[in-house]
């Protein structure tokens, strides 16, 4: 019986490994960006304390709000008048 000799060519040669390799190294440079794009460009922050301060009559704007934030809290709770 005779044996034929192989050449193994290194990891960084076969298609294959770049494959399998550049999707997890593409999840982490998509990462990456998205954290530098958070930090960088925060979301401004809307209504603070406001709803609070508007049940315990705050300022005249804080209390004009008052009743649309009581609707969009209470806006998933079945009427009384519809229920059997």
């Known amino acids: 019986m005779t044996t034929i000799p192989t050449q193994t060519a290194p990891w960084w040669k076969h298609g294959h490994v770049w494959l ?3 999707g997890p190294a593409l999840v982490v ?3 990456v960006v998205t954290a530098f794009l958070a930090v960088k ?3 401004a922050v809307i ?15 804080a209390r ?12 998933a709770t ?3 008048a519809t229920r059997p």
């Open 20 to 22: 399998v390799v550049s």
């Open 78 to 80: 079945p009427d009384k």
């Open 41 to 43: 460009y925060p979301d």
């Open 47 to 61: 209504g603070g304390q406001e709803p609070a301060r508007a049940a315990r009559g705050g300022p005249p704007q």
């Open 29 to 31: 440079v998509a990462g």
């Open 64 to 75: 004009a709000l008052a009743p649309a934030l009581e609707g969009r809290n209470h806006a």
